[in-house]
Each structure stands twice: as structure tokens, then as C-alpha cells.
């Protein structure tokens, strides 16, 4: 799959410009706000109809405009594609795929899939444990469409449960017949998510491990480990045994909905010890193998958009994440840096054809 | 919206508290009104006033009834041992509509909902236990919105009468009638492939 061409119009800070990508491999270079990232954005927009950065759609036009326009020819199996995304001045969007509207953009994620690293990315690492499992559930919801239905019916189920204990405690109700029924309910969803969960992330840790130790050329001691309460008892015991405690705490403290990915720099915590290339290291290894794993669910390999890569990374990390990146891998990618001889000097080190855009 | 009169003003706030009338809507009724006789406006609003101050609920299922026991509880020709469960008295009319329903009903005045603030206390669910151990019902039909809620609502109820000898359905879920296949959505197609019916029972 290659994009071959991209046209903006109105889009963040584009008016209207053309792009076109002759190679597997293209460097964005330009100054800060030039618009590498947007470019960037754009193209992701069209795999995954929204932006990687902004909730609405209307924070991404141009200044003083109303709609945008992003149009994307792709090649995919020697056949050319035409995505068309348009927000109408209304602020209706409309999706066209080969000249065909959409009824659901839920139909489209997944036709062109995509994995974008953005330096603020780095919370997947240093924030609490909810941006970790918002990491997998992005992920797992792509390749099993009845998990993201399971986690839903979940998270529904949780926060009835939830506040039927906060009413219970202004009530004080003993009779728990209904916490009986949502437990149930809990567990046939919790349940099938814990197994989604362990069996997906048995492929990505380890791939993540081997993405990092191949970025930092040693081998640290990095751990990863699916963290959650469910390995030691099943879902209906937890419950069970957590009752009182929930009664008290007025909400569920343990299920699904507390798991974790666990770091660790031989024994201790990543987060805390890891410096900040190091974090960075382990943000691309845990990104770089959702690629891998979507490549292996899809059967061709995703785009990779690299947005800022080179900074906090050392020369040799640098050299090893583009070896895997551009050369080892065989989708395409789009990298973006501020200096041009930086990106062109490392591009060229590659020994492979590239293609440089300077905005 | 500027009156000449505040009588007109108070007649339309009044009408546009209405559920789905808005202000508009609400002037062209009461200008609609004041085109009437007198007494044919004051039919009208006897029938709303009487229908406010002696409209009854059924002791027994709760739907709204002229006498202390409803129509339907009344009827000799109704299955009495038959109790159908919906949310709300809107649901009755609609499988009433259907003339394919032969029971009794028990309206339970709403859904659990802890996060509306709806607990299973507020709803007539006491009740409902009580005319089952009563009655000798041999089957509880459960006629709930497809949801959540619903099914916790299904789930509750269940917990409550198990230790009772009574038959438990609940209505089926699936494609519509005169539905296509094409054009379900993934999660009723899959339930109605999973919970598929003998065709002996379909052509019955």
C-alpha cells in the first residue's frame, strides 16, 4: 500500500497544496508551524477519518475558513484508490471512497490503516495506566471488531454499577440481589475482554521487547507484563471478594477496567528511572509493534508516520530505529524534522531511494 | 415571541411546556383555539381536567384504568395466569396494536437505571413478586427494550421470583420483519444467527 498523492485544501494551516510521494521512504523537513505535522495529520485523517490530534472536526480548518478538503489517491494490490474526506460548511462530513459516500466512517478505518508517533505520545509511557489500556483498546478494537462491542457493554454495565453504589450508600439498601446481577453482567463481558486481552498482548509484549532492545542495540533488562488482578482470581471471584470493599469505596476497585502494562527496568519501575530517550525508546518499540501486529492482520504493511523523531534520541538509536523503519520494514513511510541536512545525512545513510519535501 | 395579551402569552407558556412543542407550535394551537367556540373549548379542556383528577392506575398491573382494577385486569377472556412485563404504559398500547397477545400486563413505571437515579425500589417490582406468589402465574413474558438496562432490569426481576415455579420468556430479538439482511446491523444479525428458529415453529 502507498499513498501516492495528497491534495489539502483549507486544512489547518494549508489554503490548498498538492503533495505527491514518488518514493516508499519521504522526509518532511520545514521550520516550527510550517505545517509537518498537519501534513502528517492529513494523511492519517484519511485512514482513519478524524484527526490523530484534535476531537472535532471543525478545529481543523483553516483560520476564518468553514470545511476542509483532503483528497489521497492511493496504490494498494496495483490498483489505485481515491479517498475523499470532505467537512462541509454545514460541519456534515462526507466520506468518499472511490467515489462512493460512506454511510458509516466506521466502514473505512481499517482499509488504509496507519501508526503515527507524535513526540507527545511519550504520556503512553509517563501517564497513569488509563493511557496504556486506551493504547491497547485503539489497537485490539482494529483487529477484533466484537472486543471494542464487548469493552463497551462493559464500561455501560460499569458505571450503572457504579452509581447504583453510590446510591446504595445514601440509601443504605442491604439487599444486593441487583449488585448480583451487574456482577454477572460484568463477568460475561470482563471476562471475554481479560482473554482478548491476554492472548493479543502475548504477541505485542514481546514484539515491543524485541523493538526495544533493537532500538537501543543492548539489551537493558526492559520487562513488559499484562498487569491486572484477573490473572490471580477470575472475574466473578474478584467481585465476590471485593463486595464489601466496593460497598464502601462506593465503586468497582478491581476488573478490567484497572488493568495495566506493566514496565520495569530490571525490577524497578520504567517510568521513573527510564530517561527521557529511553521512554521515547520504549514509546517507539510499543507503536512499532501495533504496526507489526496490524501488518500481520492485514497482510500488508500499515503507512508509518514518524512526526519529530530525532529529538531526545541518541545517533546510534537514531540509526537503528531508521534501519528497521525504512529499511527492514516495507511500507511506506513519512518522517518529519526541522533540519534538513539532519534528515537528508540520516535518509542517505539508508543507501535506499528517498524523497525529500521541504515546506 | 411579544403578546398583546397576557392571557394569550400564559395559554401558549402553558401549551409549549408540552413534550415536543415549542413556542411556534404552542401559538398556532392556542390561536387555533381562540378560532373555537367556547363550548367546544371547554370540552376540550374538561376532557383534560377530568381525565387528570380521575384517571386511576390499576391496582393490579399498574396501566391507567377508569375503575380500581383495569380493562384488561377485568377481563374474563384474558388469560389471567399470563403476566407480559413492559417499561411503561406506552408499550402496552403498542402490543395491544399487535392483537396477538392474550394475558394480563404489569407495567413497571420505568427501567433500572441507577445512573437516572432509578434503583430497583422505585419501580413496581415489590409488586410484581407479590402477584406472582399470589396468582399462580405460570408464565412471566419479559417485553423490555433490547438494552442494557433492560436486560439488567430482566436479570433483577429473574434473581427475585426464581425460587417461584414460573415459566420465564422474554421477547425474541432478531431481524424485523420485512427487514433485509443486508442492511442489519452486525450485532442483531449474529444474535439472530446464534438463537435460530426451528422453521416448524417459524411457519406456526
Redesign the interface.
Known amino acids: 500500500m502507498q499513498l501516492q498523492q495528497l491534495s489539502i485544501v483549507q486544512f489547518k494551516n494549508y489554503i490548498q497544496q498538492r503533495f505527491e510521494f514518488t518514493e516508499r521512504i519521504t522526509g518532511i523537513c520545514g521550520k516550527n508551524g510550517i505545517g509537518k505535522t498537519n501534513l502528517l495529520d492529513a494523511v492519517y485523517y484519511l485512514g482513519f477519518t478524524k484527526s490523530y490530534f484534535t476531537k472535532t472536526d471543525a478545529a481543523n480548518t483553516h483560520h476564518g475558513a468553514t470545511g476542509f478538503r483532503i483528497e489521497g489517491v492511493f496504490e494498494k494490490e496495483a490498483n489505485t484508490h481515491k479517498v475523499v474526506c470532505i467537512l462541509r460548511e454545514t460541519g456534515k462530513k462526507e466520506f468518499y471512497y472511490n467515489e462512493q459516500a460512506y454511510d458509516k466512517m466506521a466502514q473505512h478505518i481499517g482499509r488504509f490503516p496507519a501508526v503515527f508517533i507524535a513526540p507527545d505520545d511519550v504520556h503512553i509511557i509517563t501517564e497513569g495506566s488509563e493511557e496504556r489500556r486506551r493504547f491497547m483498546d485503539a489497537l485490539f478494537s482494529q483487529l477484533d471488531?466484537h472486543y471494542l462491542?464487548q469493552l463497551m457493554?462493559y464500561n455501560?454495565?460499569l458505571?450503572?454499577?457504579n452509581?447504583?453504589l453510590?446510591?446504595l450508600a445514601e440509601?443504605s439498601?442491604s439487599d444486593y440481589?441487583?449488585l448480583?446481577?451487574?456482577d454477572?453482567?460484568l463477568v460475561k463481558t470482563g471476562s471475554s475482554v481479560y482473554e482478548k486481552r491476554n492472548a493479543y498482548l502475548q504477541q505485542l509484549l514481546p514484539l515491543a521487547g524485541t523493538f526495544y532492545q533493537q532500538i537501543a542495540g543492548v539489551d537493558e533488562g526492559l520487562e513488559l507484563a499484562y498487569q491486572t488482578s484477573l490473572h490471580q482470581y477470575p472475574m466473578q471471584q474478584l467481585l465476590q471478594q471485593n463486595r464489601d470493599k466496593d460497598i464502601a469505596a462506593q465503586r468497582t476497585t478491581q476488573g478490567i477496567h484497572r488493568d495495566d502494562i506493566g514496565m520495569s527496568f530490571s525490577g524497578e519501575v520504567f517510568k521513573t528511572t527510564a530517561s527521557q530517550g529511553q521512554r521515547k525508546s520504549l514509546l517507539f518499540a510499543l507503536k512499532l509493534a501495533e504496526f507489526e501486529m496490524l501488518k500481520i492482520t492485514k497482510g500488508f504493511a500499515p503507512l508509518l508516520l514518524l512526526d519529530d523523531v530525532f529529538e531526545k534520541l541518541d545517533a546510534s538509536r537514531m540509526h537503528n530505529l531508521l534501519q528497521w523503519v525504512c529499511v527492514q520494514n516495507n511500507g511506506q513511510v513519512l518522517i518529519t524534522d526541522t533540519h534538513k541536512e539532519r534528515l537528508q545525512q540520516h535518509l542517505a545513510a539508508l543507501q535506499k531511494p528517498f524523497q525529500l519535501i521541504e515546506l | 415571541m411579544q403578546f398583546s395579551s397576557s392571557l394569550l402569552e400564559n395559554a401558549v407558556n402553558e401549551f409549549s411546556k408540552l413534550p415536543g412543542i415549542g413556542k411556534k407550535t404552542a401559538l398556532r394551537l392556542v390561536l387555533h383555539l381562540l378560532k373555537q367556540d367556547v363550548g367546544r373549548v371547554q370540552m376540550f379542556s374538561d376532557a383534560v381536567t377530568t381525565l387528570r383528577q380521575q384517571i386511576k392506575y390499576c391496582q393490579r398491573c399498574f396501566n391507567i384504568a377508569d375503575a380500581n382494577t383495569c380493562s384488561i385486569c377485568a377481563s374474563p377472556l384474558r388469560k389471567q395466569r399470563m403476566i407480559c412485563v413492559v417499561e411503561n404504559i406506552r408499550d402496552v398500547i403498542a402490543i395491544e396494536a399487535t392483537q396477538q397477545y392474550s394475558g394480563t400486563y404489569h407495567v413497571l413505571g420505568g427501567i433500572i437505571s441507577p445512573l437516572d437515579g432509578v434503583g430497583p425500589d422505585q419501580l413496581n417490582i415489590e409488586a410484581l413478586v407479590h402477584r406472582l406468589q399470589q396468582e399462580q402465574t405460570e408464565e412471566l413474558i419479559f417485553a423490555l427494550n433490547p438494552n442494557i438496562q433492560g436486560d439488567t432490569t430482566i436479570y433483577y426481576i429473574q434473581k427475585k421470583t426464581q425460587h417461584l415455579p414460573v415459566k420465564v420468556t422474554t421477547i425474541a430479538r432478531g431481524i424485523a420483519f420485512g427487514g433485509e439482511l443486508e442492511y442489519a446491523d452486525e450485532m442483531t444479525l449474529g444474535r439472530s444467527i446464534s438463537n435460530r428458529l426451528p422453521v416448524e415453529r417459524l411457519v406456526k
Open positions: 471488531s462491542q457493554e455501560k454495565v458505571q450503572q454499577k452509581s447504583y453510590k446510591l440509601r439498601v440481589s441487583l448480583d446481577v451487574y454477572a453482567q
